[in-house]
């Protein structure tokens, strides 16, 4: 067809598309004359008009907006690296991107991970990192991810370093435990394999140290394969044969991600044996049967202190024999004493067989059921929030949470005081702070500083003596400001931040959780802070009780007369921080930037970062860099000076509402 | 109230609309990952406050995405105009190559080693039409330029009858002439075939 043509065509088509269906034969009569072809087209454009329907009204976007939030517009794809050229994008973690890649040499599909650069430039890491990998790629075994190659290619600008293994048709055992749809054969299964693997890496004298749900991969076939082995090792800063506690936490939080599933020798960074892979296979056990895992917390350090001084939740509270045998092998898995765990990973696959022969005898009823799901009802009422119930009642089991939660470690804090003490500050702790003099005030602010830090996931650098006065200065601010009530000074106003927080806690966990982002205490403390604070506008625009710029307020629904509004301000502030968070990903421990990025706008966060990361002493800890500012650029040292001590302040002041004693739970580890 | 970085951002892309505008086509090239990156984000914080299935407001993303790129609220609309341009074919561009790639894999190996997430990201029929539509829309442009720049701004750029008539500079009923033609015509040639 030619553009004239066309024209003639659509003449007629509009001509007849405007009019009834009744008139439109003798339209097209008339219109097209003797031109037979002229009629048939037009014709044929009606009919396609009429049955089109629907299609292309919704926008391209709309439908396919899935495509568009997974598909980074990813300048590697196509691109060559060594014998692999890349295909696809499969996904993100904290050791790179990881892509499905050809093989060319060998016309096979490959996962291909390239490590990243902060990664890379770390040339004692690396080279931690590639003499494990190499250990590992000697292990031979149906159920360890097969490593091909660990290579490095040099480009005109930079070394890519990657390492290609075998691509895994399947679904890593987090996405089989969120789908709910595992039959209690199928975890066991799981688990023996898991263990098959586990058992050769060992005789090899390589200890996993991280396994989790998101590392086990089962193939459609049902081969499991257990992922990134010994890799964990190689990322640890330093020998962590000796440190002190808060240090362990937060190296242990940095280095892991997750903690769930760290051993109690782990999460005290005391050196770890075969057996540590034993208490976190447990740990993925219980995971499969109960849908979420023994130990909780709202933050990691709440986590860290449910796995050392905690028991797992016992699983059934229907009993048969099988269940019986499994929440043994549970227990066994799960002593918090070694010597006293399976000592070999051999042990704990001869019971978890024998639950197996048993099972596929027949001695229990409904094999082919999902188990979680039916467990559900039994395990206990409270662990209702996956992800197909509605809105409401996740808020409702939330709240239930909350509550039972609040209840859990008031008494738990109550029992456990000196525990407490010894792990997260000072002796100075069981002192009034309105007793201390100053020298002793300034020691309790730099333990509460670590251990802030810690709970934020934060790794925390030591406060100088500068630091440490401003903020000093301002807890005292704050307490002169609530002291009205002589016994129990800031008790009563902090009682009211905290009544006016609760009720936006299950709308923070779920932003937070929806961008898997683990931290939550950030958002507690405008809203202690806006007990003392009056609403203010700084002379660079930032405003209320946020000190959001007002076009970031817009951004999150909220006006600029809004912004002295709690109510308002603290759903879009919680978003904020999760989207920032989220946005930082592995650099998510760095909450002091996002804090300060209130009012410099949410780009600042990423460009910061980008130039940061650039340095050459760049660290993933932004208390540090408060602590040597000389490192900072004239702007981030005039706004850490602000609002770091002031963030810190408020801190210390809402986490131990009453005079820190410890008697109330700290407001982050309401949040689950 | 800008930071530094943002600044540099928007210029960056002011810079580049200009250029673009003035026939340069590399510049659409780099204009292309900074307008899909930040579509990309919005996108998904979108996705994320609603999680229960809502359709994604494409409109309001695109303005979110202006807005974001090129500052306040201008009223310049020229610029305007382009930038919608090109958030339009970003997103042709983007989903189409998604949908080849898609084929690509499932070409390049038996279709049971095509990664999960993908098949759950877009079906093969939807690849296919997609790819067809594509074509179709190159077809039509030859045919009638206008008529298929209307469509790749309606159903790529998800804007509405009026904004595609502000940004083309014609009426509204020609968009929704136009419109109504190239639905049919791409109809007939997608489907009918």
Not at chain 1, 136 to 141: F, I, K
Request: proline share 4%.
């Amino acid at each position: 067809m030619t553009p004239e043509r066309w024209q003639q065509v659509e003449a007629v088509l509009q001509g007849v598309l405007d009019l009834p269906t009744e008139d439109r034969a003798s339209f097209l009569n008339n219109a097209c004359r003797d031109d037979e072809d002229l009629k048939r087209e037009a014709t044929t454009l009606m009919l396609a008009y009429d049955k089109a329907g629907d299609f292309i009204e919704e926008s391209a976007v709309s439908e396919n907006a899935e495509v568009l939030i997974s598909d980074l517009p990813d300048l590697n794809i196509g691109r060559r690296i060594g014998s692999y050229r890349l295909l696809e994008r499969l996904g993100a973690g904290g050791m790179g991107e990881v892509y499905l890649a050809e093989d060319t040499s060998l016309t096979r599909l490959v996962a291909l991970k390239i490590l990243p650069e902060y990664f890379v430039s770390d040339a004692a890491r690396l080279r931690r990192f590639n003499a494990e990998a190499r250990a590992v790629s000697a292990l031979n075994h149906p159920n360890i991810l097969t490593i091909h190659e660990v290579g490095r290619e040099s480009g005109e600008e930079s070394e890519t370093h990657f390492i290609a293994t075998e691509f895994i048709d399947g679904e890593t055992v987090r996405a089989l435990i969120d789908q709910q749809m595992l039959t209690l054969e199928q975890i066991i299964d799981i688990s023996i394999q898991v263990g098959s693997g586990l058992v050769a890496a060992h005789a090899a004298g390589i200890i996993h140290r991280d396994v989790k749900p998101e590392n086990i991969m089962r193939r459609r076939d049902g081969l499991v394969k257990v992922l990134d082995f010994g890799i964990a090792k190689s990322t640890e800063q330093t020998s962590t044969d000796q440190i002190d506690h808060s240090r362990a936490f937060t190296e242990a939080g940095v280095v892991l991600g997750t903690v769930g599933y760290m051993s109690p020798e782990q999460a005290r960074g005391l050196s770890v044996d075969e057996r540590t892979d034993i208490w976190s296979l447990g740990v993925v056990l219980y995971e499969m049967l109960a849908g979420h895992g023994p130990f909780r917390g709202a933050t990691r350090m709440d986590t860290i202190v449910s796995i050392l001084e905690r028991e797992a939740p016992p699983l059934f509270n229907k009993r048969s024999s099988e269940l019986d045998r499994l929440q043994e092998i549970i227990n066994r898995s799960l002593e918090k004493d070694v010597a006293r765990r399976y000592a070999t990973v051999n042990e704990m696959l001869s019971d978890l067989r024998a639950v197996r022969t048993d099972s596929a005898a027949g001695i229990t009823s409904e094999p082919a059921q999902p188990f979680a799901h039916s467990l559900a009802s039994q395990i206990n009422n409270v662990t209702v929030s996956r992800r197909r119930e509605s809105i409401w009642k996740t808020v409702a089991a939330v709240t239930v949470m909350l509550l039972m939660t609040a209840v859990i470690l008031t008494l738990y804090l109550k029992r456990n005081r000196a525990t407490v003490n010894h792990i997260a500050t000072s002796p100075a702790n069981a002192m009034l702070y309105k007793e201390m003099n100053d020298i002793e005030r300034l020691q309790f602010i730099a333990n509460q500083a670590q251990r802030i830090s810690a709970m934020m996931g934060d790794r925390p650098g030591k406060l100088n003596d500068e630091a440490l006065a401003a903020i000093k200065a301002r807890v005292d601010w704050y307490l002169t400001k609530t002291d009205s009530a002589a016994l129990e000074p800031g008790a009563e106003s902090l009682d009211k931040t905290h009544q006016r927080a609760v009720p936006f806690i299950p709308l923070i966990a779920r932003s937070f959780e929806a961008r898997k982002v683990p931290v939550t205490i950030g958002i507690y403390l405008p809203m202690i802070e806006s007990a003392y604070r009056t609403c203010v506008e700084s002379p660079f625009g930032a405003k209320g009780l946020y000190q959001f710029l007002p076009h970031t307020a817009m951004h999150y629904g909220v006006g600029a007369d809004e912004m002295c509004d709690a109510e308002k301000m603290t759903p879009a502030a919680a978003h904020y921080i999760a989207d920032r968070m989220a946005e930082l990903g592995e650099d998510a421990q760095s909450m002091t930037l996002v804090l300060l990025s209130y009012n410099r706008g949410e780009g600042w966060v990423r460009d910061t970062l980008r130039e940061l990361r650039g340095k050459p002493d760049y660290e993933r800890n932004f208390w540090t860099l408060f602590a040597h500012r000389d490192k900072l650029d004239e702007s981030f040292r005039r706004e850490s000076a602000g609002y770091v001590p002031t963030f810190l302040a408020a801190a210390i002041i809402g986490e131990n509402p009453k005079t820190f004693e410890l008697t109330t739970p700290p407001l982050s580890s309401l949040a689950k | 109230m800008t930071t530094s970085g943002e600044t540099k951002a928007v210029d960056q892309v002011t810079e580049l609309l200009l250029e673009w505008r003035q026939g340069n086509d590399t510049a659409l090239q780099r204009l292309t990952p900074l307008v899909y990156g930040e579509i990309r984000r919005i996108a998904h914080r979108f996705m994320q406050r609603e999680r229960d299935g809502h359709t994604l407001q494409t409109t309001a993303l695109v303005n979110e995405a202006y807005l974001r790129l090129l500052g306040q609220p201008q009223v310049d609309w020229n610029s305007r105009a382009h930038f919608f341009g090109v958030t339009a074919q970003v997103m042709r561009h983007v989903l189409v190559d998604h949908a080849r790639r898609r084929q690509y894999l499932k070409r390049g190996g038996d279709a049971e080693r095509v990664p999960l997430e993908d098949v759950a990201l877009m079906t093969n029929e939807r690849a296919s039409e997609l790819i067809a539509l594509d074509e179709a829309l190159d077809q039509l442009a030859e045919l009638d330029p206008r008529k298929a720049r209307v469509i790749e701004l309606r159903y790529f750029g998800g804007l509405s009858l009026e904004e595609t008539a502000t940004i083309l500079d014609v009426s509204v009923m020609t968009v929704r002439r136009d419109w109504r033609a190239a639905k049919a015509w791409l109809y007939n040639a997608v489907r009918n075939e």
